[in-house]
């Protein structure tokens, strides 16, 4: 949800993974912090209600990693803030501040923003969508913290693409400009890596196991075809042979997990495309 954002007064809270005991405490933090004066919510009732009184006195208040109002102790809030962002709208003349929320669980943001049966649903005025660092981009990390070399670029790039976080980490491990052996051995191997389970957290738990299937057979078997692939899912789960095309859909175009290819001379909408896993991190 995003509006129209005021200048001056900002209020940014980050949405811990906490119960609500734990997310209130964070949440009074916060307001210290920014020097927000008045009474400190006590549920997630007034917490809605605190945040559209903000708005509306000018704050331009960001809510981050909001996606895990979709747990279900949190869920409450939605409905509370449903209420509140209507009666925001209903009267936007009179309001100077905004509202915006951040997330990086997409299958979470979309169940709170954009499923139909979500509270918060068609109440977004404005996307914006943050991609990946391009190679530009990643040359200026390389230049201020390591080296820039194309060995150097090229290793990092096939594992970590454009990722800022994967940079980021790598930087706090000290591993940066480390030889290649070292920095496997930090970022993925060691019992304590920060990237050990990074796959299975991140990308993974976004799919709730649904397509599994096809990003394994994709992965162990890359340049398949579509053929292949509807083949593996009658041999494996013939249930999921009627859904293989909603699923290779989303991961191509909701996720950008596999990606599509032609042979080099053929048309666009060719049938004989083969697929490959996109992401550089997951196909690592």
Request: hydrophobic share 45%; net charge negative.
């Amino acid at each position: 949800m995003l509006k129209r954002a005021a200048r001056g007064k900002v209020l940014y809270v980050q949405i811990p993974d906490f119960d609500l005991a734990g997310v209130l405490a964070i949440v009074h933090d916060f307001y210290d912090l920014f020097e927000v004066d008045g009474a400190r919510p006590t549920d997630l009732r007034t917490l809605a209600q605190d945040l559209a009184r903000s708005i509306r006195a000018g704050w331009t208040v960001a809510l981050d990693e909001f996606q895990y109002f979709h747990r279900k102790a949190l869920y409450e809030f939605t409905s509370h803030l449903q209420f509140e962002v209507d009666r925001l709208a209903a009267d936007a003349s009179q309001v100077t501040g905004g509202l915006r929320v951040l997330g990086s669980i997409h299958t979470e943001m979309a169940a709170l923003l954009e499923d139909r049966s979500a509270p918060l649903f068609n109440r977004i005025t404005d996307a914006l969508d943050v991609t990946h660092l391009d190679i530009a981009s990643v040359l200026e990390i390389l230049q201020a913290h390591a080296d820039h070399t194309p060995e150097r670029l090229l290793f990092l790039w096939n594992l970590f693409e454009g990722v800022p976080k994967f940079y980021r980490d790598c930087y706090e491990q000290g591993v940066l400009g480390a030889s290649r052996a070292q920095l496997l051995e930090s970022m993925f191997f060691s019992s304590s890596s920060p990237l050990r389970n990074e796959a299975d957290n991140w990308f993974l738990r976004e799919l709730r196991g649904r397509y599994d299937l096809v990003l394994k057979y994709v992965a162990t078997h890359p340049g398949c075809t579509n053929g292949d692939l509807v083949a593996q899912a009658r041999a494996i789960d013939p249930a999921s042979e009627q859904q293989m095309g909603g699923y290779i859909k989303t991961l191509r175009e909701r996720f950008g997990m596999i990606e599509k290819l032609q042979p080099i001379f053929a048309k666009p909408t060719a049938r004989n495309g083969r697929f490959y896993i996109a992401d550089n991190f997951l196909r690592s």
